[in-house]
Nanobody, 120 residues
Framework: QVQLMESGGGLVQAGGSLRLSCAAS????????MGWYRQAPGKQRELVAT???????NYADSVKGRFTISRDNARNTVSLQMNRLNPEDTAVYSC??????????????WGQGPQVTVSS
């Protein structure tokens, strides 16, 4: 059983910074991708940033240059440093972990999601 334990989030003023962290535990395939998605009220969930075990990153255009994703493969952790936050970044941020098995099946896990609220 895989579990994702998230920390961070909270309330910050526009222009401020927050850091999210996520630790995965359980039986985890080493060749995986971890990342963060977010869902604002009344909107669909969207990708924020992902990072593979090899270090390849992908960011949503809206966060490029402001957010930085990083990971520690030995500890199965992923972090998201969020700078220059604006009210449009307000959402529930969920940690995500996935890998594809040798049979071509994608296995995915989600965290509960810390709330990030940015006041103007």
């Amino acid at each position: 059983q895989v579990q994702l334990m998230e920390s961070g989030g909270g309330l910050v003023q526009a222009g401020g910074s927050l850091r999210l962290s996520c630790a995965a535990s359980g039986s985890i395939f080493s060749g995986n991708a971890m990342g963060w998605y977010r869902q604002a009220p009344g909107k669909q969930r969207e990708l924020v940033a992902t990072i593979t075990s090899g270090g390849s990153t992908n960011y949503a255009d809206s966060v490029k240059g402001r957010f930085t994703i990083s990971r520690d493969n030995a500890r199965n952790t992923v972090s998201l440093q969020m700078n220059r936050l604006n009210p449009e970044d307000t959402a529930v941020y969920s940690c995500h972990l996935e890998w594809t098995t040798g049979w071509g099946v994608t296995v995915a896990y989600w965290g509960q999601g810390p709330q990030v609220t940015v006041s103007s």
